[in-house]
């Protein structure tokens, strides 16, 4: 976005290609009713309140949310997993005889015989246990953290964009009440220089000249207006607004632009600890550590027990009296012994893992001490480049305005008042990059510390 801004608000100068005006008063009017944006509904918004309302609706980070919460959700089927489990079955199956009658059965010759089709009913409760599932309810529970680290790095990188975006709104803004002011100065001018070449007091050439450098400045006056609003949509995005709300940002630039703030974090101290990029590769060491232990269990036992009641009934035929308990328990041990090499294999991998996330990690812990003395060299930089420039747009406004009463009373050309009005674009250009990049800079330092 900010390279969008930067080239929109330099003006082009294309070459004639017809003695006719290609931009008539009317054809002007009709792009800039079509460019002009209908909106339904209005959203204000101070640059605290644009964070809150992006982190609140921004979909991005509601998915980062949803992954926590699958997280904790996926540690809960772990867990479950461990814990008893209850089944119960219901059947019936009816046996018949060659001519389709039910079969009756009689152990007794005095009794009436019995449907040799029963209902049954069985109850089983079982329990396994070993000790991957364990280390692997460890996983879940260190996959949660980690997901939470990943949902603050997510808030904090939206929170930035969204004082990058509405800062860059900001500077448009005043970039076209510049342009705007500019603009109406030199029209005013242009328009005495047509009267005095059409007496004669002037050449026609100098009036012409002059006309040609209101056609830049308007031209380049619309393209920054389009680059405004290129630059609401792409806070709209953030803020997940349609296109239909108008926002109107409450904050002006000296507001949210301070110099002495972005001085200050200059001079705060580096937890390494603090920084997300820090813990994720930390909680990173210690996932390799328990996929370690989850391939080491491999060779561990499972255990496991569980136990059955069945019932049967023959219904209005009578019971049925079973030689066999209906009550079973059972108790198993099971011991891997044999897998050709596959479970060794594994562990192996998982220790070479754990070698590579702790290289990983002791290289980044180093990089991002340098990273940190970078930072603080780009936030120098560009409050050094920030404070020059502001100075430069003044100056140029100052020399612009000069020349432009000079040219009114006749003590300047016309070549001096367009030289005037390309060093203010120049200075204005130079200007919008300095803001940008002073903004930047300070938002990627306070980021990096994790400051709010």
Do not use: C
């Amino acid at each position: 976005m900010k390279k969008i801004v930067l080239m929109m608000v330099v003006g082009l100068s294309l070459p004639l290609m017809s003695q006719q005006p290609l931009m008539t008063d009317s054809l002007r009017m009709m792009l800039d009713a079509v460019s002009e944006q209908q909106y339904t509904s209005q959203l204000s918004l101070s640059l605290q309140e644009a964070q809150e309302y992006a982190v609140q609706q921004n979909r991005t980070l509601q998915n980062a949310s949803i992954d926590a919460k699958r997280a904790h959700a996926q540690r809960w089927q772990t867990i479950a997993a461990m814990l008893p489990q209850l089944d119960g079955s219901i059947g019936k199956t009816v046996m018949y005889d060659d001519e389709f009658n039910e079969k009756k059965i009689s152990l007794d010759p005095s009794q009436p015989p019995m449907s040799m089709s029963p209902w049954t009913y069985g109850l089983t409760a079982s329990i396994g246990l070993n000790g991957q599932a364990i280390v692997g309810a460890l996983l879940n529970n260190l996959a949660i953290k980690m997901q939470d680290i990943t949902y603050q790095q997510s808030e904090s990188d939206l929170r930035a964009n969204v004082v990058e975006s509405y800062v860059a709104v900001l500077v448009m803004e005043d970039v076209v009440a510049l342009m705007d002011s500019s603009l109406a100065n030199m029209e005013k001018l242009a328009e005495q220089t047509d009267r005095m070449a059409a007496v004669g007091a002037i050449e026609s050439t100098q009036a012409d000249q002059l006309r040609v450098r209101v056609n830049q400045l308007r031209n380049t006056a619309m393209q920054n207006k389009r680059s405004t609003v290129l630059a609401y949509n792409a806070l709209r995005v953030l803020l997940n607004v349609d296109a239909q709300t108008e926002l109107v940002l409450t904050n002006q630039l000296h507001d949210v632009i301070s110099p002495e703030s972005a001085l200050s974090v200059l001079f705060e101290g580096f937890d390494i600890h603090n920084n997300f990029n820090y813990q994720l590769l930390e909680k990173n060491v210690d996932l390799a550590k328990l996929n370690l232990h989850m391939a080491g269990w491999a060779y561990g036992p499972t255990v496991s027990a569980y136990y059955q009641y069945s019932y049967r009934d023959y219904g209005k035929d009578g019971g049925f009296t079973m030689m066999n308990s209906p009550h079973t328990v059972g108790f198993t041990l099971t011991m891997p012994l044999w897998s050709s090499g596959v479970r060794a294999a594994g562990v192996h991998d998982k220790r070479l893992a754990l070698q590579q996330a702790k290289n990983t990690f002791s290289e980044m812990s180093e990089n991002l001490n340098i990273q940190y003395q970078q930072l603080r060299y780009n936030l120098t930089n560009a409050y050094e480049t920030y404070a020059t420039e502001n100075e430069n747009i003044s100056v140029a406004k100052r020399v612009f305005q000069n020349v432009s009463n000079k040219y009114n009373w006749g003590a300047a050309s016309a070549i001096e008042l367009t030289n005037a009005s390309n060093d203010l674009i120049t200075a204005q250009s130079s200007y919008v990059q300095a803001v940008l990049e002073l903004v930047n800079a300070e938002v990627e330092l306070n980021k990096f510390l994790n400051n709010k």
